[in-house]
């Protein structure tokens, strides 16, 4: 049984009041939604309670999800909306003359995921989500567009203008291109 009809059978069970189902769905997509919140705030703390806020909005409104087949975009939706409004938050109280600086540890002789990692960071937040929903989640260029709510076609361009920014960033870094 492929994602989408799994996910599909087990959202209408828990909508239909079976726990185990529930559990198994939040057991399967707990790590990717914290996987992805954690890439896009930067860091661990608030990534635990921007996830916890996530999955507080997704239970709450479950029982009314009308289409069960596409739970994986509209979870990264709901994901998505809280990074954003952390981010926005985050970025009110940051004094510019004051916030932190960019970049990290500039000690590294091999290319490895910290460093790519680190080359996410620093990416704008439009480009670095559409590469993390596309690559690390494994969505499909569909799902990457009903989650950021753009056409396919901006999706497509987002990824090339992100793919473009990683490797002249990992490039800058003195890693090979």
């Known amino acids: 049984m492929d994602r989408v009809r799994r996910d599909a059978l087990l959202v209408v069970r828990a909508q239909l009041g079976d726990r185990r189902a529930l559990a198994e769905l939040v057991g ?3 790590e990717p939604v914290w996987r992805y919140v954690r890439r896009m705030v930067d860091r661990s703390g608030p990534a635990d309670d921007v996830s916890q ?8 409104v479950l029982p009314a999800l009308k289409e069960p087949e596409r739970f994986a975009p509209w979870l990264f939706t709901i994901a998505r909306r809280s990074v954003m409004d ?17 970049g990290g540890d500039e000690v590294a002789a091999v290319l490895d995921q910290a460093q790519v990692a680190e080359g996410l960071a ?9 590469l993390i929903l596309f690559y690390l989640h494994d969505l499909a260029l569909e799902e990457c567009a009903q989650v950021l709510a753009i056409p396919v076609g ?9 793919r473009r920014l990683l490797r002249d960033h990992m490039i800058e870094k003195g890693y090979p291109g």
């Open 122 to 130: 620093e990416l704008p937040v439009c480009e670095r989500e559409v």
């Open 53 to 60: 806020e996530v999955w507080a909005g997704a239970l709450k």
């Open 28 to 30: 399967y997509w707990h």
């Open 86 to 102: 952390h981010l926005r938050d985050k970025y009110r109280q940051v004094d510019p003359l004051d916030g932190e600086p960019a």
């Open 154 to 162: 901006t999706v497509k361009s987002r990824l090339f203008r992100a």
